[in-house]
């Protein structure tokens, strides 16, 4: 049994956390922390967990989640979670960061995208990226997990294959993504009130979004040439999900790519990956399909001698995205079956 605490509890992914962790037959959860007003149960913050956890949230409390608790799952917001992982690392804890903090290597890339210098740069080195079907072997073997942002973990599992199969030019990739409103975090925001998010649709931050580096440094990673990805965020109304359209453009020598070909290599190229499914030619994934699930659902499009391929991927950004991805690491982390809690 592993004792396990939340630091941003009361957070979105928080929340999924909580609600995941609960079903989990190998976790206790010991430890609760937000940055809080006063002390609360959660099950008064979050209703759903009336009957089924009686601990109190509160300010955090290093003392106690480090004699409590053996790995922590750090829920915060980015450049807050560089302020307290080393001290729950130095404390021998495990730990499992949702924030950007830990997953990009190239620290002024951070600085430039999160506005702030890293204050723990040394760590980054040890942090292993927790997309597990990548880096399955290195979190089995980690204390800390830089669990991946939503949109890279579509947007990177949707490209590897076709990156790592050396069918795509690097310097035409365009990813066209769609998220629902919890991606943004649970927070009062004029623009996030229902008026302003209900029956709209909008795009931002194109080409400057944050996730931009963190997709372009992991994919360059299987590639010696330089990626330049153009990326256009939307945010659509609704709650949750995301769908990413990826355009890539064919090699020369691949033009005669059809879909059933692209369909072939990424069920053989995901084949051992319980969380991954490739939709059959014509049939193409959805939000709702994946909504309250872990999948990551891809489906894929080409046409003999055309140079495009067109690449839908859809995945719950609080689950697969994050906490549920979360999870997946730290079954990986104990030797427990991938799929527990989670399927
Ligand atoms: N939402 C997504 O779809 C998603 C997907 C992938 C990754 N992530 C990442 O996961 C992290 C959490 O996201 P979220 O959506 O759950 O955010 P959120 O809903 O805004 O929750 C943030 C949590 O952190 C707490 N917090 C904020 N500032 C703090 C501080 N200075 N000290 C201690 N606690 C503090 C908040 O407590 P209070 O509520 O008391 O303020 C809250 O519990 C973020 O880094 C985000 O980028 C989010």
């Known amino acids: ?138 979190i089995k073997k980690a204390s800390l997990v830089a669990n991946p942002g939503c949109y890279p973990t579509a947007a990177i599992l949707g490209i590897l294959p076709c990156l790592v199969a050396d069918y795509i030019e690097l310097s035409d990739i365009i990813i066209d993504a769609k998220s629902g409103f919890t991606g943004a975090g649970r927070k009062l925001d004029l623009s996030y009130i229902f008026a302003e998010i209900n029956e709209n649709l909008r795009a931002y931050k194109i080409n400057t979004h944050q996730h931009i580096p963190e997709i372009e440094e992991r994919l360059s990673s299987f590639s010696s040439k330089k990626l330049n990805i153009n990326f256009v965020p939307h945010l659509v109304p609704l709650n949750r999900g995301i769908l990413e359209t990826i355009y890539l453009k064919k090699k020369k020598n691949k033009l005669n790519l059809k879909t ?31 909504v309250g699930t872990n999948f990551c659902d891809i489906g894929l499009y080409s046409e003999k001698n055309s140079s495009l391929i067109i690449i839908i991927v859809a995945i719950d950004n609080l689950l697969k995205g994050a906490s549920g991805q979360a999870v997946q690491n730290m079954n990986i982390m104990y030797g427990y079956p991938e799929t527990t809690a989670l399927i």
Do not use: W
Request: net charge positive; aromatic share 12%; glycine share 2%.
């Open 1 to 138: 049994m592993i004792k396990v605490g939340i630091i941003g509890a009361t957070g979105y992914t928080g929340e999924e956390l909580i609600n995941l962790l609960l079903k989990h037959p190998e976790v206790r959860i010991c430890y609760l922390s937000a940055k809080i007003q006063f002390p609360q149960k959660i099950s008064e913050i979050f209703k759903k967990f009336k009957a089924r956890i009686e601990i109190v949230c509160e300010e955090l409390n290093f003392e106690k989640v480090s004699s409590q608790c053996e790995l922590v799952f750090t829920a915060l917001p980015h450049t807050v979670s560089m302020e307290i992982v080393p001290r729950l690392l130095n404390a021998k804890l495990k730990v499992i960061d949702l924030s950007a903090d830990y997953r990009l290597r190239n620290l002024k890339l951070y600085q430039r995208f999160y506005k702030k210098k890293h204050s723990d740069p040394y760590r980054i080195k040890e942090a292993v990226y927790g997309l597990p079907e990548i880096y399955r072997q290195d």
């Open 260 to 290: 059933e070909d692209l369909i072939k290599l990424y069920k053989r190229f995901y084949s051992k990956e319980p969380f991954i499914r490739i939709y059959d030619k014509e049939s193409l994934p959805q939000v709702k399909d994946v």
